[in-house]
């Protein structure tokens, strides 16, 4: 069961650090993604990061802004965010799955999902 933690509310500018845990297994050998749904809007790729190997991968909208990484003692993956903008704002959901390159950004490849939580960014 995956589990998504750390959203709020926060300033245009400011930073947040979410954080996705698998109780009760390991993420490997899974690629751990992180999505978002905003208001009115399609379910969209942001980040994600193959737990063996941790090669990352980012979508441009939050390249160079979004960092990923994982922590093998913990069992977390975690998205930092920073210089958030109002467009940041969404339901952010972390999920699993058996993906390739071509994949990894595709909500289709990701088999378990956690519940979600909600990042407000006020201008």
């Known amino acids: 069961q995956l589990q998504a933690s750390g959203g709020g509310l926060v300033q245009a500018g400011g930073s947040l650090r979410l954080s996705c845990t698998a109780s009760?297994?390991?993420?490997?050998?899974?690629?751990v993604g992180w999505f978002r749904r905003a208001p009115g809007k399609e379910r969209e790729f942001v980040a994600a990061?193959?737990?063996?190997?941790?090669?990352?991968y980012f979508s441009d909208s939050v390249k160079g802004r979004f960092t990923i990484s994982r922590d093998y003692a913990k069992n977390t993956v975690s998205l930092q965010m920073n210089s958030l903008e109002p467009e940041d704002t969404a339901v952010y959901y972390c999920?699993?799955?058996?993906?390739?390159?071509?994949?990894?950004?595709?909500?289709?490849?990701?088999?378990?999902w956690g519940q979600g939580t909600e990042v407000t960014v006020s201008s």
């Open positions: 999920a699993t799955g058996r993906t390739i390159y071509s994949t990894v950004n595709q909500p289709s490849a990701y088999s378990a």
């Open positions: 009760g297994s390991s993420f490997s050998p899974y690629t």
């Open positions: 990061i193959r737990w063996n190997g941790g090669n990352t």
